[in-house]
């Protein structure tokens, strides 16, 4: 069994440090399936050829085109039924860290808000 077809793919990575600096990442990845009639695996392929990940620590971007012809070929199979599957994913992480200004800025205004609730008289009380 051979499947065989033209693909174009992009994969975009944008980090914009905003509002936090970290890692943006992002895949995505196709496979080819073949089951037999009792749904037991007979092959599988990911080619790499269309399958991509990218990531980015600082800010910037990466763009990934890609395009091309494959063919995924199984060998030769006994008779019978069998079924193919084409499955696809694709994955976004972020990790977003805050810097130590930021993070120091968020305190005191907590801290603001809370003298000003206790010098209003609005805090709970304390029993």
């Known amino acids: ?21 970290g890692t943006v990442a992002a895949d ?17 392929s ?8 990218a990531s980015l620590t600082n800010v910037g971007s990466i763009n990934l085109p890609g395009s091309g012809s494959i063919t995924i070929s199984t060998g030769t199979l006994a008779a019978g039924s069998y079924t193919g599957t084409i499955a696809g994913s694709e994955h976004t992480f972020i990790n977003s860290v805050p810097e130590p200004g930021s993070m120091a800025l968020i305190l005191i205004g907590l801290g603001t808000l809370v ?4 010098r ?7 029993s």
């Open 1 to 21: 069994m051979s499947l065989g077809f033209n693909f174009t793919n992009q994969l975009t990575v944008i980090n914009t440090g905003a509002p936090f600096p």
């Open 28 to 44: 995505f990845g196709y496979t080819f399936t073949v089951r037999d009639s009792t749904g037991a695996v007979v092959f599988s």
């Open 46 to 53: 990911s080619p790499n050829a269309i399958n991509q990940n």
């Open 115 to 118: 003298g000003a609730g206790l």
């Open 120 to 126: 209003k008289g609005i805090a709970p009380s304390r």
